[in-house]
């Protein structure tokens, strides 16, 4: 597979755009507004990201080590495997493996993540630890499919998490790469570290201090 699953500047944002899907909104918003599915249904926003954000404060598993072995699955996703996952009413199952610390990114915050990315029969179509390089993209502006919207914005800096995206909220019935259509996705997901707002700028005094640290 020549590219990121999720690099929104090559063919795989196409899918998502003829799709007609959209970036889900921030937590604040969750009880306000709805999202549309890949498909075109529409489901709340709370069913699909509650679940997540409610989940954080789960006991993590054993330490996992930092590059990306703990990723590493053989074989399809079934039976045991799925032992100790929870479940959302729109579908998607998780398993948070290791906690993070911080903040939760906020709409339209740089954020990078690195991922593993499986079919349920256990193909390996993507992972950005080969690359040795995360992938960064800003929340809120659908650059992205609307699970990982959903996923990420209930996440905190060094967290790790297991999950399953429904079809619904991956690529729907678009056929991408090796990706058939209607597949639920499997990700191992890391939030790295979180990047600057869109818009937010540093202050002029800052940025003087720096340039002559003898004037501080």
């Given at each position: 597979f020549p590219c990121s699953l999720l690099l929104?500047?090559?063919?795989?944002?196409?899918?998502?755009?003829?799709?007609?899907?959209?970036?889900?909104?921030?937590?604040?918003?969750?009880?306000?507004r709805q999202a549309p599915a890949a498909n075109g249904n529409?489901?709340?926003?709370?069913?699909v990201i509650g679940a997540a954000a409610?989940?954080?404060a789960v006991s993590p598993l054993a330490s996992v080590a930092?590059?990306?072995?703990?990723?590493?699955h053989e074989g399809g996703f079934t039976g045991e495997f799925?032992?100790?996952?929870k479940s959302t009413d729109s579908g998607f199952m998780y398993k948070f493996?290791?906690?993070g610390e911080g903040d939760k990114p906020v709409n339209m915050q740089q954020v990078f993540v690195h991922y593993t990315g499986y079919l349920l029969?256990?193909?390996?179509?993507?992972?950005?630890?080969?690359?040795?390089?995360?992938?960064?993209?800003?929340?809120?502006?659908?650059?992205?499919i609307p699970g990982w919207e959903a996923v990420v914005a209930g996440m905190r800096p060094g967290q790790k998490v297991i999950v399953k995206i429904p079809p619904q909220y991956?690529?729907?019935?678009?056929?991408?790469?090796?990706?058939?259509?209607?597949?639920?996705?499997?990700?191992?997901?890391?939030l790295v570290r979180l990047g600057n707002i869109k818009g937010d700028k540093p202050r002029l005094s800052a940025i003087t201090d720096a340039v002559n640290p003898s004037k501080q």
């Open positions: 929104p500047m090559r063919f795989v944002c196409l899918g998502l755009l003829t799709a007609g899907c959209q970036a889900l909104a921030p937590p604040t918003e969750l009880a306000l529409v489901l709340s926003r709370r069913a409610s989940a954080l930092a590059d990306g072995s703990w990723t590493y799925w032992d100790g996952f493996v290791e906690p029969d256990g193909t390996r179509f993507d992972s950005s630890y080969d690359r040795s390089d995360p992938f960064k993209f800003r929340l809120g502006k659908g650059k992205v991956a690529y729907g019935d678009k056929s991408v790469g090796p990706i058939p259509p209607n597949s639920p996705l499997i990700f191992y997901m890391e």
